[in-house]
């Protein structure tokens, strides 16, 4: 068992508790502007996490503002590789790459799940990845984690603190009225069960408390605060 853990969250969507979550989070999941925010509050995102030395990370997703990339979207693998090349330049305009640049990509929504059964799919944001030196955020035992460890991309696993899981390890679809945990108790013994692969839990590499939920600055801190009773140090995964 690791003596550290990452805690992320998805930042960057004009939810409008960003700055206070960057000052409890180790990695940001910026969004880049396709399926919320904008360019501009992308880039304030990414530029207020390298000045509290959060580690970034380009949270791609779905072109869809109308879902905020939550659910299935046609794209042809071209448009696909086009529109995640587009959204990872805001970034990489903001902050570049290397020592307080951009670091990772995470999927985000409908892509995060095509990921882990679409090898298609998988495979552009793999290529992505690779092509900029990035490492990838993602669930284990996925189709994207195997495609990115044949191509020798470094991997993180992630581990969700407010998001219910079936009995076969995926999420919970949101289509479904229990796949978010309010409780905080709740959400916190999940995620202890997560950093520390007990309670039926496979351990991660990084919990995700996601930005747009109700409460989550308060979950974030309670998390935080609950992973460094149980000896757990908070460290980046990719910086």
């Known amino acids: 068992m690791q003596p550290y853990i990452d805690l992320n969250a998805d930042l960057g969507e004009g939810a409008g508790a960003d700055d206070a979550l960057l000052q409890i989070v180790t990695s940001a999941s910026v969004c880049c502007g396709a399926y919320a925010g904008s360019a501009q509050i992308s ?115 992630e581990g969700f603190a407010d998001r219910r899981y079936r009995t076969d390890g995926r999420l919970v679809p949101r289509t479904e009225s229990h796949a978010t945990i309010a409780l905080e108790e709740e959400a916190l013994a999940q995620a202890v069960g997560l950093a520390l692969g007990v309670g039926g839990f496979q351990g991660v590499d990084s919990l995700c408390v996601h930005g747009d939920h109700a409460g989550a600055l308060e979950l974030a801190s309670a998390v935080r605060a609950r992973l460094e009773l149980e000896g757990l140090q908070l460290r980046a995964q990719f910086c």
């Open 43 to 157: 880039t304030e995102t990414a530029l207020r996490a390298r000045e509290l030395g959060v580690c970034i990370g380009a949270h791609v997703g779905y072109p869809d503002r109308t879902n905020f990339g939550r659910a299935p979207f046609a794209m042809s693998t071209d448009q696909l590789r086009s529109s995640l090349e587009q959204q990872l330049a805001v970034l990489l305009a903001a902050v570049g790459t290397g020592q307080g640049g951009v670091s990772y990509v995470k999927p985000h929504g409908a892509l995060y799940h095509a990921c882990s059964d679409d090898p298609e799919v998988a495979a552009v944001v793999v290529a992505l990845a690779e092509s900029h030196g990035l490492g990838l955020l993602h669930q284990r035992d996925s189709r994207i984690y195997a495609l990115a460890e044949a191509a020798g991309v470094r991997r993180a696993s």
